[in-house]
């Protein structure tokens, strides 16, 4: 299942460097998003990789990729979101990292917190890598609290197969 992401080679050779980079630092992480939807069998487009990772590493990962920083490490609030994040562009492809603590999701109006553990990461097969991505039903409950239902019934039809 896993093989049939979409995914251009150049989102996947990004894939692949930052892959490298988080495991020879031995850097916890998960993909998240798309990509991890796509890791668990969606056919989204993707248009960006999200990945998460705790505050003791995400400055060590910005350091290691300070010439891809577009925004710098800061704390980011939209509508949806409350938390802590750098933003790159790698090759053209657009990558957004957080930290897993203290983020919040807004639900019907109220910020509520978004526990992450970074332990439950699943580590499954992608176009010849392990990667470490957020287990399907995190993402299905993560999607179901922004209230983004076409993504929720499409990932929960992931889970009967």
């Given at each position: 299942m896993?093989?049939r992401?979409?995914i251009?080679?150049e989102q996947?050779?990004?894939v692949k460097?930052?892959?490298t980079?988080?495991n020879?630092h031995?850097?916890?992480?998960?993909?998240t998003?798309?990509?991890?939807g796509?890791?668990?069998?969606?056919?989204w487009?993707?248009?960006?990789?999200?990945?998460?990772?705790?505050?003791?590493?995400?400055?060590?990962?910005?350091?290691l990729?300070?010439?891809?920083i577009?925004?710098?490490l800061?704390?980011y609030?939209d509508?949806?979101?409350?938390?802590?994040?750098?933003?790159?562009k790698?090759d053209?492809i657009?990558?957004?990292?957080?930290?897993?603590e203290?983020?919040?999701?807004?639900h019907k109006?109220?910020?509520?917190?978004?526990?992450?553990?970074?332990?439950?990461?699943?580590?499954?097969p992608?176009?010849?890598?392990?990667v470490?991505?957020?287990?399907?039903d995190?993402?299905i409950?993560?999607?179901t609290i922004?209230?983004?239902?076409k993504?929720v019934?499409?990932?929960?039809?992931l889970?009967?197969?």
């Amino acid at each position: 299942m896993a093989e049939r992401a979409t995914i251009s080679s150049e989102q996947l050779e990004v894939v692949k460097r930052l892959v490298t980079l988080l495991n020879e630092h031995k850097v916890p992480y998960q993909f998240t998003g798309g990509l991890a939807g796509n890791i668990h069998g969606s056919k989204w487009p993707l248009h960006d990789i999200d990945l998460e990772m705790p505050r003791a590493h995400i400055e060590l990962v910005a350091y290691l990729l300070r010439q891809h920083i577009v925004t710098p490490l800061r704390f980011y609030q939209d509508d949806e979101f409350q938390l802590v994040m750098l933003d790159l562009k790698i090759d053209e492809i657009e990558v957004d990292i957080n930290q897993i603590e203290a983020q919040q999701i807004c639900h019907k109006g109220q910020w509520v917190p978004h526990v992450v553990d970074i332990k439950k990461a699943q580590l499954m097969p992608f176009h010849g890598l392990k990667v470490s991505v957020q287990p399907l039903d995190q993402l299905i409950a993560y999607k179901t609290i922004l209230g983004r239902d076409k993504d929720v019934a499409d990932l929960s039809k992931l889970l009967s197969l």
